[in-house]
Structure formats: C-alpha cells, structure tokens
C-alpha cells in the first residue's frame, strides 16, 4: 500500500506542473483559431506527459533522488545535462505561459493593451513578495 500511494504522489507531482491556466488558456485560443487542425500536437504532448509522470513517480518510489540524478549517474554527464537543460526550458515556458495568461486575462478585465499588461503582471509578484517580506520582520 505504501507503494502505491508514493506511486500516485510522485505521479501527481509530476502532473501538476502541467495542467495549470496557461495551459487551459493558450489550448482553448489555439483551438479557436485552428480548430480541430492542431489535436495531434495535444495528443502527442499529452501522451508524452503521461508517459514522463509515470517514470517520475516510478524513479520517485525507487530512488528517493531528482530525476536528473538518476539519468546522470545511469547515462552520463552529457545526457544528464540534456535532461536538466530540458526540463529547465519546460519550466521557463510554463512560467512565461502563466505570466501572458495573467496580461491577457488583465486585458479582457481592463481593456489596456495587453502588452504593458504582460509586463505588469511581470513585475507585481515581485512586489507584492517584497511586502511580504517587509511586513513579516
């Protein structure tokens, strides 16, 4: 039982980076201006994540160590390296994602350019951390 609830924990880690409002955002634009044209991308994306959490959540049951240190100790540095480089490019996409999600849904609610939005949005998390910081001490 045991390892079937790390199983679903290393599983479901692995899957919340991915479902998040950038995503559902840009699937739903992209669906509005292609239609049913772009679904193999989706398809193939989505079978991809399923496939990649679940070796995350074998890897999280096996080894208690990151992903990254499994392939480099197994493959060597340089695939280790690809695998680090890689997985540093996904979060960086999801996060610029989330940050254009938070000025387009700025955009609908205002009706500002959505481009200043964007930047807006870039610099408020910074701020309000800040804050939050200063209020604490």
């Given amino acids: 039982?045991?390892?079937?609830l790390q199983l679903a924990l290393g599983v479901m880690a692995a899957l919340?980076?991915?479902v998040d409002a950038g995503e559902l955002v840009f699937a739903a634009d992209g669906g509005a201006r292609f239609g049913y044209s772009l679904i193999w991308p989706v398809l193939a994306g989505t079978i991809g994540i399923i496939l990649y959490s679940e070796?995350?959540?074998?890897?999280?049951?096996?080894?208690?160590?990151p992903v990254f240190d499994v392939v480099r100790d197994r493959r060597g540095r340089r695939v280790g390296m690809v695998a680090l480089v890689s997985g540093n490019l996904v979060n960086?996409?999801?996060?610029?994602?989330?940050?254009?999600?938070?000025?387009?849904?700025?955009?609908?609610?205002?009706?500002?350019?959505?481009?200043?939005?964007?930047?807006?949005?870039?610099?408020?998390?910074?701020r309000v951390n800040?804050?939050?910081?200063?209020?604490?001490?």
């Avoid at 999801?94 to 964007?118: D, K, Q």
């Fill in 1 to 4: 039982m045991k390892g079937i």
């Fill in 16 to 18: 919340g980076g991915f």
């Fill in 55 to 65: 070796m995350c959540g074998r890897i999280a049951v096996v080894a208690p160590r």
């Fill in 92 to 126: 960086t996409i999801t996060c610029a994602a989330e940050i254009g999600v938070a000025g387009i849904i700025l955009h609908l609610l205002t009706g500002l350019p959505y481009r200043w939005l964007i930047v807006l949005s870039t610099a408020t998390p910074h």
């Fill in 130 to 137: 800040r804050d939050a910081a200063v209020r604490m001490d």
